[in-house]
């Protein structure tokens, strides 16, 4: 059953600008901040994805089923080093609560990723982990060095795929389109992927949150998304301008979104479901992942059918 409500999205555009605006500056100011922070320095609080590190792999020696660990617990075990060892309390230390702990094959390994760090330094954090969650199986722990230029090599293949991902964007629309709704459509995309990116600069300014080469594929989701969205109702759009010629471009609009509401809800529903389920249940590994896609898909949400067609409606000759 289609319902076409009564959208009067014409009349309360200012709102709808001024709440895109407030969040795209804030977004900004973070992104600022974390810029400026010593410690970040970078838009976003990278990851060791992005920037190299220390990878430590643990097995855990157990007879039967390995009774289950919670990886905050072992992080904190980890970031206490800090105040214990004398190691550890030189400027040139390494952040020990940038730690990344990820429990495989049902909490038998232990997975520890942190920023660069020393033989003595490595071995210190492998005992300290030993004295609460061992013992561990010597012959089977690894240490490995990630380097930098890997790192930086991920961050500009990953910069690179969103920009032709916007680039097939921006050629899908103008082809089927005219240029407004392309230009528009890549308008509303960009303050999608910016309020993403604002979140993540506050929670990894405010709570260390690092973003990793899954937050650049959830970037990538949310644009196919977000444009999909913005297509259908800009199709809708057009429908309207053919059968309804007699009104205003303006009122067009408003009967194409009010058309478009329910089935982009509906569809926005159904997708943060499952995120939902992953964000309780998925644990640690996919949890900001999930939090990424659940914000885009909001923010898409929203841009779809009140940011694009908002500014659409300015754009038509009198």
């Known amino acids: 059953m289609k319902f076409n409500l009564n959208v009067q999205l014409y009349k309360n ?13 804030i977004s900004i100011i973070g992104m600022m901040i974390c ?6 320095k970078a838009p976003l609080n990278l990851g060791l994805d992005y920037t190299g590190g220390t990878q430590i792999i643990l097995e855990r020696s157990c007879v039967d089923n390995c009774h ?27 952040n020990l609560n940038r730690s990344q702990i990820q429990l495989l094959d049902n909490s038998k390994l232990i997975s520890i990723r942190l920023p660069f760090l020393t033989a003595d330094q490595s071995e210190s954090v492998v005992t300290e982990v030993s004295k609460s969650y061992g013992p561990f199986i010597n012959e089977n722990t690894s240490i490995e060095i990630i380097g930098p230029s890997l790192g930086k090599q991920l961050l500009k293949s990953s910069l690179i795929s969103l920009l032709f991902a916007f680039l097939g964007i921006a050629l899908y629309i103008n082809f089927r389109y005219d240029r407004r709704y392309s230009f528009l459509a890549l ?5 999608d992927l910016l309020i993403v990116c604002g979140v993540f600069s506050w929670l990894g300014y405010l709570y260390n949150v690092e973003v990793d080469s899954l937050f650049a594929v ?28 007699q009104l205003s471009f303006k009122y067009q609009i408003d009967n194409a979104v009010g058309a478009t509401l329910t089935r982009t809800l509906y569809t926005s529903l159904t997708t943060l479901l499952p995120l939902v389920c992953i964000l309780i249940w998925g644990g640690s590994t996919l949890y900001w992942f999930a939090f990424a896609l659940f914000v885009g898909v909001i923010a898409g949400s929203w841009s779809s059918i009140a940011l694009a067609p908002s500014l659409l409606s300015i754009t038509s000759k009198k």
């Not at 200012?14 to 969040?23: P, Q």
């Open 218 to 245: 959830s970037l990538l989701t949310i644009a196919g998304y977000s444009v999909n969205n913005t297509v259908v109702v800009f199709d809708r759009i057009r429908e309207k301008s053919l059968i309804e010629n």
């Open 13 to 25: 555009r200012k709102v709808v600008w001024f709440i895109s605006l407030s969040l795209s500056l």
């Open 187 to 191: 308008f509303a995309l960009s303050h």
């Open 35 to 40: 810029y400026k922070s010593p410690t970040i």
């Open 68 to 94: 289950e660990l919670n990886t905050n617990d072992i992080a904190n075990n980890i970031s206490s080093l800090k105040n214990v060892n004398n190691i550890f309390v030189s400027n040139t230390s390494p």
